[in-house]
């Protein structure tokens, strides 16, 4: 059976057009009622609708609302951006990361140049509605920056950070990361409830998850640079 996905993006201008742009995802797809292989309801749970308010609604709404926070203080003249930024809702990544790779194929065969010439970074937000202990940061490889910028502007907000080196991730990130362009992707760890009916929306700590948007608020300023 063939079906037809599609991305969902904004852009935010800024005075630079011609500068690489910031780019801000997070996949909006998941399992339907379990008919991938990928589903890991248990026997009695086959069938049932896959809510995936962790995976991967946390990532929608945290995009949403950091797109809401920065053009609100764009509209103001607080946010002085030295490139556009880019927020994208990715089909597919449950079926191979199928939204994001056909992006970064489509953008570089239409400029016909390196993607880093068109994207200065990609941040990602999959799975970041249930911080337990630590909010984890994949990507720090990709960077040379990435460290030290992370831990100086977590100052600000004091998240209990696990900074990984691994850039090869089983998220849209990797398209990115393939043609060259840094990345981060955020992360609040793996669960039982993983693909299956019970992850849903009341087990979302929504409170964390507004602290999770504050440092993706630091790392956009950073990539904004």
Not at 61 to 83: C, D, F, H, S, W
Not at 164 to 193: C, K, M, N, W
């Amino acid at each position: 059976v063939q079906k037809t996905g599609q991305n969902v993006l904004a852009r935010l201008r800024s005075s630079s057009p011609k500068a690489p742009a910031l780019v801000i995802g997070a996949h909006i797809d998941h399992l339907g009622q379990g008919e991938s292989t990928s589903s890991l309801a248990r026997e009695e749970e086959k069938e049932q609708i896959h809510y995936g308010a962790d995976d991967n609604a946390s990532g929608v709404a945290a995009v949403l609302e950091i797109a809401r926070y920065l053009t609100e203080l764009k509209q103001k003249g607080i946010l002085t951006m030295q490139r556009d930024i880019l927020f994208v809702l990715w089909s597919g990544e449950e079926l191979g990361t199928l939204g994001s790779n056909y992006f970064v194929q489509q953008l570089t065969q239409t400029n016909k140049s390196p993607l880093s010439q068109s994207i200065a970074v990609y941040l990602n937000l999959d799975m970041v509605g249930r911080l337990d202990q630590n909010l984890i940061l994949q990507g720090i490889g990709s960077s040379s920056i990435w460290r030290t910028e992370i831990e100086k502007q977590n100052l600000r907000v004091d998240l209990p950070l696990v900074l990984q080196e691994e850039s090869y991730l089983p998220t849209d990130a990797t398209p990115f990361y393939v043609a060259g362009v840094p990345i981060l992707s955020a992360f609040t760890g793996a669960h039982s409830d993983y693909h299956t009916p019970r992850d849903t929306p009341e087990k979302i700590n929504c409170r964390i998850n507004g602290k999770i948007k504050d440092v993706i608020n630091v790392f956009t300023v950073i990539g904004n640079v």
